[in-house]
C-alpha cells in the first residue's frame, strides 16, 4: 500500500453477487474509503464515509462494510472498525454489543421490560376491555351465546324434564321481571336445560340468552319466586356487560385490538362460535355484587320479594355447601355475608329500618 493510506482494518473483499473473495485491507485513501487489496494499490471499491453501509456490532461477529456498487469488505477487526467510526464522530459498537458488555444493563432492561409488561396488563388492558366493550358490534354477542350454548348443548345438557306447566310457570315470572329491564323483555331468551354434571346452577351469556337447569328448579321445590330472584340476577349480568368483559379480559392484546379496530375476521370468529373460552371465566367478587343488587331492584320493580335471591343462597349453604370453585359455571357462592348485604340492601330499596340491635 501507498504511505498515504491510513489503515483501517484487514479482511476480505467479495465482489457484488459473487461469492469469490480477495484478501485485502481496508483504508482511508484520498478522503474515501477504500477496499485494496494485499499487494496492490489500486482500489477494488471505494466511496465517501457517508455512502457505506456498516452493520453494527454485535459480539464477535464479522463486520460488513457495504460499498455503493454492491460489493461487500468482511472483517473479523471489530476494534479497528470502532476505532475508526469514534474518530469520526460515528460511534463505534452497537447497541446490542453494548447490551453484551453489560450485563448489568441488560437485567436492568429485562426488569423495565417486565415492569412495562406489568403496568399494560394492569391499565392498558382494562382501559381496552371498556373501549371493546362500548364499541362491540352486535355480532359478537350473538356469535358468543349461539357458540357457547351449542357447544354445551353437545357436551354437557340434556333436554329438559320439567314439566311444560312448570316451565310456563317460571316463564311468565321471568317476562315479568325482564320487563323491568331498560333493553325490555324481547331482549331475553329463557331456556331450560337439564344440567347434568353441572348440576343446579343458572347463567346468561352476553346476547341475553338464559339458561336454567332443572336441578335448580328442583332444589327450589316450589319457590318460582326465589328461582326469578336467580334469573333477575343473571339479567343484572347481561345488562352491566359482565360476560362480554370476562370474554375480553381472556381474548388478550391482540383479540382486544382486532375486536375494537373492526376486523373480527374468520380467526376471531372461530374463538367467538367455540365458546369455549367464555366457559372458564367466572365472575370477580364486584361483578357478583353488582347483580345481586341488581336482582333486588328489578325483583322491587315487579312486585316480588326483593331479597328472594338470599334464599338461594341458603339452599346452597343447607344442601350443597360452598360450592363456589367446584364447577366452571358456579359463580353464586352462597356466604353468610353475601346474603347479609343482598338483604341489607333489600332493606334500602323497600325503605325498612334496620333490625334493632345492628
Not at 200 to 227: H, S, W, Y
Amino acid at each position: 500500500m501507498a504511505s498515504d493510506n491510513a489503515a483501517i482494518a484487514g479482511g476480505e473483499w467479495h465482489p457484488a453477487g459473487s461469492s469469490r473473495s480477495v484478501e485485502a485491507h481496508l483504508v482511508e485513501k484520498g478522503g474515501e474509503i477504500a477496499a485494496v487489496p494485499v499487494g496492490g494499490e489500486r482500489p477494488l471499491a471505494g466511496a465517501g464515509l457517508s455512502w457505506l453501509e456498516i452493520s453494527s456490532r454485535v459480539g464477535s461477529i464479522p463486520r460488513r462494510v457495504t460499498f455503493p456498487d454492491g460489493s461487500i469488505f468482511e472483517t473479523w477487526d471489530n476494534e479497528g472498525i470502532d476505532r475508526y467510526l469514534a474518530a469520526r464522530g460515528r460511534g463505534g459498537a452497537g447497541m446490542v454489543h453494548w447490551l453484551e458488555q453489560f450485563r448489568l444493563r441488560l437485567i436492568v432492561i429485562v426488569l423495565l421490560a417486565f415492569a412495562l409488561g406489568s403496568a399494560v396488563y394492569r391499565w392498558g388492558v382494562p382501559a381496552l376491555v371498556e373501549v371493546a366493550v362500548v364499541t362491540t358490534p352486535p355480532i359478537v354477542p350473538q356469535l358468543m351465546g349461539k357458540g357457547t350454548l351449542e357447544a354445551l348443548d353437545k357436551t354437557t345438557f340434556s333436554p329438559t324434564k320439567l314439566s311444560e306447566e312448570r316451565r310456563r310457570e317460571i316463564a311468565d315470572g321471568f317476562a315479568r321481571i325482564a320487563a323491568q329491564s331498560p333493553a325490555g323483555a324481547g331482549a331475553y331468551n329463557l331456556n331450560f336445560r337439564d344440567g347434568g354434571i353441572i348440576g343446579p346452577n343458572a347463567f346468561a351469556l352476553p346476547d341475553g340468552t338464559l339458561v336454567v337447569t332443572d336441578q335448580l328448579v328442583e332444589m327450589a321445590g316450589g319457590d318460582t319466586e326465589m328461582i326469578i330472584g336467580v334469573l333477575a340476577h343473571e339479567i343484572g349480568h347481561v345488562e352491566l356487560k359482565h360476560s362480554l368483559r370476562q370474554f375480553y379480559r381472556a381474548a388478550g392484546m391482540t383479540g382486544l385490538i382486532m375486536l375494537i379496530a373492526g376486523d373480527v375476521g374468520s380467526a376471531v370468529e372461530d374463538v367467538l362460535v367455540q365458546g369455549g373460552g367464555l366457559l372458564a371465566l367466572s365472575y370477580s367478587r364486584a361483578a357478583e355484587a353488582e347483580a345481586d343488587r341488581r336482582s333486588v331492584e328489578l325483583m322491587a320493580k315487579a312486585g316480588y320479594d326483593p331479597a328472594a335471591i338470599a334464599r338461594f343462597f341458603t339452599l346452597i349453604e343447607e344442601k350443597l355447601g360452598d360450592k363456589s370453585d367446584t364447577n366452571i359455571l358456579s359463580t353464586h357462592p352462597g356466604t353468610p355475608q353475601r346474603r347479609k348485604d343482598i338483604l341489607d340492601y333489600a332493606r334500602t330499596v323497600t325503605g325498612q329500618p334496620a333490625p334493632e340491635g345492628r
